[in-house]
């Protein structure tokens, strides 16, 4: 069992700047690999970042690549996701996820993780 709690959620304007922190609850987080998602509402939710479990590889939805940046502390069991330059459009709330071992890459699909977060909102104003 694996519990994720996210925090950094917020009301900022366009083009500031926000960190999202996920503390996850777990012995072996350093054998979970980790990704963000975030959910509009009317849509469906959808993929933003995720990195491996040493964290040497990171992949990233295409209207994020170049803002945002997702890392990781293994010693403090939290995964991040700074967020640059925010636009209206990324106003969403936003879940972390894990996915357990033996997956060592973090994918796009969020079918593919076993454990969520309860989510942080983010709203840009224009």
């Known amino acids: 069992q694996v519990q994720l709690v996210e925090s950094g959620g917020g009301l900022v304007q366009a083009g500031d700047s926000l960190r999202l922190s996920c503390a996850a609850s777990?012995?072996?987080?350093?054998?979970?690999?980790m990704g963000w998602f975030r959910q509009a509402p009317g849509k469906e939710r959808e993929f933003v970042a995720t990195?491996?479990?040493?964290?040497?590889?990171?992949d990233y939805a295409d209207s994020v690549k170049g803002r945002f940046t997702i890392s990781r502390d293994n010693a403090k069991n939290t995964v991040y996701l700074q967020m640059n330059s925010l636009k209206p459009e990324d106003t969403a709330v936003y879940y972390c996820?894990?996915?357990?071992?033996?997956?060592?890459?973090?994918?796009?699909?969020?079918?593919?993780?076993?454990?969520w977060g309860q989510g942080t909102q983010v709203t840009v104003s224009s």
């Open positions: 990195i491996s479990r040493t964290g040497k590889s990171t």
């Open positions: 777990t012995r072996t987080f350093s054998e979970i690999a």
């Open positions: 996820a894990a996915r357990l071992a033996p997956r060592v890459a973090g994918t796009s699909l969020p079918s593919d993780y076993d454990y």
